[in-house]
């Protein structure tokens, strides 16, 4: 079966374990650092597995190319340690299982668009920026077929994406396209990070959705009305496995003239939306995902944001309203630059 | 028009009555399982006084007589099992006085909850009623005639426990108005006079409520809600228990459904809350989230979603919009809600989805909470095929299994069917029996109100 | 049962009096703006025909008299369900009753039938001669203005209308002619559809000498002198304000002058 | 047609007479069904129509000329399809036009239906008055027949021969004359746009006349089309199409709304009054167009817009669509649609109730005089209101 390639000597000869120390929710010294991971690299108990949030930055933190974060929730799995409650792991497990209907192959050309679990999201892909996209699935029946599973490394169910994801790579796969443009860059992380990870293969190229939008706007360029807007981008926990991508989300926002306001959460020290923490089970989660979630938007108050912009609707579930009650309205990326080119 | 709806005719007008094919085949049916039975006479009156001239023909011609009001309760009780004049209550739909300080509404039969819902918030915003959570066309009169409730059931009990004051017509035709209201002063209590409670729960059998007045309670401004998500349904009459001592919580429904398959297995408590402020909203919310749940989430048996001034609610709206019809694309529905003890839900649950499973019906299963988990109100729940005859008799047969679990498991089924009815009353104790015999022939002596139902032999 | 129909198509009056114009002849009235439409007596005569075809059997044949364009009301009378449709090719218009009818029962010699319809009088000149000519011509017995028919046992059971709403009940033994008054059914709708399906039915058209009549057989013994319009009162009045107001008004007005 | 070849058949049963569609979606009355607001019986509504449908298709019922009222008192106005929350709610409106599809094949419709459609064939409107007469309304007016201009003004058969409907088209011919909009009528040439036709069933004749005026329209050179109908620009949009026509059709208040903006419309004239408007169903819940005629209202100066309880998408229609406006179904009562909607509009202290429709123009019109409230309700068209704000020409 699949298995996660984590090179230990690596991880072990490490003299910065950047992944702990950075960690912006644990506050953990090199050498704490170094004896966790080698407990954790030997499959021992870590206080580091209870005290993960899930917040993936590790995967982007490790300068070693190696998958800390993949090795933790490998780790909360087989030491039945998860996170969250057992009865939400089981309802978040069965979201995953395709219920309505068979997959139906619809006929696509490129450039293609997977939608994953968010077909109902598909009404903002329309306009200039989008001619010629061809868009699955487009049914919320569908949707199951194209989940990209990632989501369960918030539940310590590494197994289930190993298991179920060769077949969604399959449903794509039977489109026949080279090139698969990721609406949700949980998927790109997905096939760009995830799977070469584990060594499933990944038959198409995997491009982030933010690609994608900054070439048609280069092609676009003599239409775009500059906007004006100062915003802030929420980085989605996923968007830590494509951090080589997310220079894009700065060089849409020149090309379409908003300034991406000076803050504190930006960049590496950007906070996850509390989505995820206010699941879990441990004490003073519920509240740690309230405060994650006051300091982030204070900031973007501070910091004078007009537009909250995102890529994750999770995120933008879980903080849009949010935003929007602090007068910062919440915006998908696509909605952001089709405001742009009109 | 035969002589009969000639009279009736002059009672109510014209465009008010109908003998024809068409309107007795529309009220022959009921949106459940239930058989047709034709009508003979279809009338729809706009005053008491237009009620009381039909019921003195009926009684006089000795024709059954059915009072009939959104027709919702699925169970066939509107159904004119011998015949007779089907009375659609529904044109009689005057709000006729709110008392905002003694909190109440007087309203006629035929008005619907959601009129009522859409009337106070316009015009009474601090107040609001126990909200059933049927269509929008469910009347008022209809509930309390079959003993039901509401979204207060849980702090405030039956909506037929809110009763102030009714006024009915007789099945002889007197006009008889029973609390305050009988000594010509408001509408406000049933108390102290003697107990007259020969109405509320006979489902139309002594006769037909045409005014009630009922208690509205404080409506707070802000409403939240949160679902428990447990995998052991064992677990839930202990919770259900503890979140009513705090008193901190409105509605509390614990459901448990097949389908969509997310939620499959798993028992769902959802909770809702509401206050007048954001510190009210957080003390109620701590009280219940710290105090009671989070030991459950600590210890990974439960999950809470929600309930958090930082998370969006998904609310109902009131009245709800319930599409659950359709899931088998074919427009049917029906369940059995029974009274149970609270401590039954788990029981309830496991023997509903076998019942389910024999018939091949994914389950649906729900006890909403009445008083302080005093008892619970718990339903089974069949959709059905309209238009495929075998589904219609699996969803039945269904029906049936569940009228008889529930009197199994120590509960009383409410609003049941006739075969709900005949399973209670072989159970019930002679002298009872008998006295609800007595009461009966009393009021009714030519057995014109809604014969076939609530029928002692 | 064999039931032959005969129907006659003419301009659509009914809301459009004031447009009629007399044309210079001062015979006839200008027929250019007007639109045609089978005789409303005649469309009652069908239906009574159509449905005892369908309670007992047999083959109803829709006949007429008339120039090319009447093929439009023939062609209507198929869509209603009629098997068959003949034309006899003439121009009605400048021919009497009597000419018709000689040329109709010509015909309906020529057709198997054991009942005979017409509408009781036509829209356009209202002789209500035609049925009981023809009935003559054919010599079978007949019955004018019928409001109710019953057909059993080669007899037909007929309801005629009389003055005041008295009625008279005839039998007749079949082959019979029957004139049909308005209000003895509901002629059935004819679809735009039913219309283009009907295309398919046989529409035949006989001319005189293959009837074996010759035009001078065919003199009118009447001669139309000229037509002449009623002048339009000038008087009409409007009445506004509600139902109320207007019927005390209209009240007051009779009583002043006189009526009440 | 057996219920098995029934368009439908595989639908119609789904439905569960939850009832939602007889409310808007505040709830506030039960009677936003315009059939079950008059009647008040399970049959008018729209849950019994479609189960008496299914009954005759399944003959269990026979038919009889009150199954056809019942049928056929659907105004087609919309409110079941927006209020239904089943997956199935946009084809309720189509599952009863078929059901009168049905009823029309097999030549079983009510008299009153009969007549209507007699009438538009042999004359072209509902009336059965000369084709001859079409073009009467624009006596007295110096309204151009149609040769090329940008626009044909289609007036639609209301328009054209109802007297009170007759007042609303020359105000507009004389508002477009003011905005200096190049148009042509096409007098006793213009036929009927056959949407009601198309909503009572009869597809044949629709088919016929839509393909008539296509073919009129494409040898006038027509390509910019204004209606006074909502009914006209309904059928006009979205079935005329179905005959590759491609014309640019605008509602009046579609235009009148342009013309303001672009300050080519002078209405400083003012109109004083407090008013309210009633949404035409055509205009409103099928063509979701509830802001134009809003829009053109509240430019004027002096208008003092107030809503209905019920309005835009919850709007009560006024009873006379799908043909009912001439067949009268709904009417003789004081439970008819459009004379609740009157005492609606009355309930708003408005002195003037304004629509944007001939049909609805006429209906309400002949309620608030049933109502007796003509002294304090004055019914007008919006054309006619733009009409007097318009100051006179000169200045």
Known sequence: MYELRFDERKCLGCQTCDCLTKCQYMDIDVETAKTEMRKIINGEDSFVLRQCVTCYACEEYCKKGNHPFYLIVERQEELDIPPLPRPLIKQGVQMGIPWRGDLEVQHVQEPFLDMCMFPQLAGSIQGRLFDGLSIAPTDTRQRAHFFCQLMYLHYARSSVIRERLPQIIENIAKHNVEEVVCFHDECYGTFASYAPAFGIEVPFKPVHFFEYLYNRLVDLKNDIKPLNLKVAYQRPCSSRLSSDKLHFVDDIFELIGVESVEREYVGEHALCCGGAIRMQKYEGRYELADDVQKRNIEDMVQAGTQFCVFNCPACYDTLGHLTARSGINPIFMGDLCRLAVG | MDSICQSLAEIVGESHVSNRPEELYVYSRDLGTAEPHLPQYVVSPRTTEEVQQVVKLANREKIPVVPLGGGLTLAGLVMPLKGGIVLDMKRMDSILEVNERARYVLVEAGVSQGKLVAYLDRHHPNLVHSEPGAPGQATVAGNVAIHGQGDLAQPYGFNSDMVNGLEVVLPTGEVCRIGSCSLGQQWFTQHPLPDLGLFLGWCGTTGIITKVSLRLFPRKRIRDMGVFVLEDGDLVPDILYRISHTEMAGDLIAWSQELPVTVSGLHNISIFISGDSEEEMELKRKLIRVGILGEYIRSGTGGLIGLSANVRPRLPRRPPVSTIQDIKKGGGFEYVGAIMPVDTYPECCRRGADISARHDIAYTLLGRVIGRSHAMMFSWSYVFNRADEDSVREAREALYESDDLALELGGIPWKPGVYGQRAVMERMDPNTLSLMKKVKELLDPNGIMNPGNWEVS | ?260 | ?395
């Open chain 4, 1 to 395: 047609m057996a219920l098995t070849e029934y368009k439908y058949s595989d639908v119609i049963h789904r439905c569960f007479r939850c009832g939602y569609c007889k409310f808007p979606t505040s709830f506030v009355e039960v009677n936003n069904c315009p059939a079950y607001a008059r009647y008040r019986l399970e049959s008018y509504s729209t849950g019994g129509r479609l189960w008496l449908i299914r009954a005759w298709l399944n003959d269990e019922l026979d038919w009889s000329e009150h199954l056809g009222e019942i049928v056929y008192s659907c105004a087609a106005c919309k409110n079941c399809a927006e209020q239904c929350p089943l997956p199935f709610s946009g084809d309720i409106v189509d599952m009863i036009v078929a059901a009168k599809g049905e009823m029309v094949e097999r030549g079983s419709i009510p008299s009153a239906v009969k007549e209507f459609l007699e009438n538009v064939d042999r004359q072209g409107n509902p009336y059965g008055t000369a084709r001859s007469k079409r073009g009467e309304w624009m006596e007295g007016t110096d309204i151009e027949e149609y040769r090329g201009q940008e626009f044909l003004y289609y007036v639609g058969c209301v328009g054209s021969y109802d007297t009170r409907a007759q007042q609303a088209a020359r105000a507009l011919g004389r508002v477009l004359q003011k905005g200096g909009v190049s148009f042509g009528v096409l007098g006793n040439k213009e036929n009927c746009d056959g949407n009601d036709v198309g909503k009572l069933g009869e597809a044949g004749l629709f088919e016929a006349l839509a393909e008539e005026n296509v073919r009129q329209f494409k040898d006038l050179g027509v390509r910019r089309i204004v209606t006074l109908s909502p009914h006209a620009f309904n059928a006009i949009k979205n079935d005329y199409p179905r005959l590759d026509s491609a014309f640019e059709v605008l509602h009046y208040t579609q235009l009148l709304r342009d013309l303001v903006r672009a300050r080519k419309l002078d209405v400083s004239s003012g109109f004083n009054a407090k008013l309210t408007y009633h949404d035409p169903c055509f205009l409103g819940r099928w063509n979701m167009e509830y802001e134009a005629p809003r829009e053109v209202l509240r430019t004027i100066p002096g208008v003092e817009l107030v809503e209905m309880e019920r309005h835009r998408a919850d709007a009560l229609c006024c009873g006379g669509g799908g043909g009912n406006f001439y067949t009268d179904f709904l009417g003789g009562s004081e439970d008819s649609p459009s004379r609740i909607r009157a005492r609606d509009a009355c309930a708003t202290g408005a002195s003037v109730v304004a629509t944007a429709c001939p049909n609805c123009l006429t209906m309400l019109e002949d309620a608030v005089k049933a109502e007796g409230l003509d002294d304090r309700l004055k019914v007008m068209d919006i054309s006619e209101i733009v009409s007097e704000a318009c100051p006179p020409k000169g200045n």
């Open chain 3, 1 to 260: 049962m064999d039931i032959v129909v005969a129907v006659k198509q003419v301009p659509d009056t009914s809301e459009v009096v004031d447009v009629i114009k007399i044309d210079a002849s001062g015979k006839d009235i200008e027929r250019g703006t007007l639109v045609s439409k089978i005789n409303e007596w005649d469309e009652y005569a069908l239906e009574e025909a159509l449905q005892w075809k369908q309670k007992l059997g047999g083959t109803v044949t829709a006949v007429a008299a008339g120039p090319g364009e009447w093929d439009d009301t023939l062609r209507r009378a198929l869509a209603m369900g009629a098997d068959r449709a003949v034309r006899v090719d003439e121009d009605a218009t400048v021919i009497d009753c009597s000419a018709v009818a000689r040329t109709l029962a010509a015909l309906i010699r020529r057709l198997p039938y054991d009942l005979v319809v017409f509408g009781a009088q036509s829209e356009d000149f209202g002789s209500a001669q035609l049925g009981p000519m023809v009935a003559e011509m054919l010599g079978i017995p007949h019955a004018a203005l019928v409001i109710r028919l019953q057909v059993e046992e080669g007899e037909a059971h007929v309801e005629r209308e009389l003055e005041g709403g008295t009625r008279e009940l005839y039998t007749l033994r079949l082959p019979a002619l029957l004139t049909i008054q308005t209000g003895i059914n509901r002629p059935r709708y004819v679809s735009f559809a039913s219309v283009r399906k009907a295309r398919e039915k046989e529409l035949s058209v006989m001319s005189l000498d293959e009837l074996g009549l010759s035009p001078e057989a065919l003199t009118p013994a009447v001669e139309l002198d000229r037509l002449e319009l009623v002048p339009a009162g000038k008087r009409a009045q409007l009445l506004s304000g509600s139902a109320e107001e207007a019927a005390a008004k209209l009240a007051e007005i009779l009583r002043d002058s006189g009526v009440i």
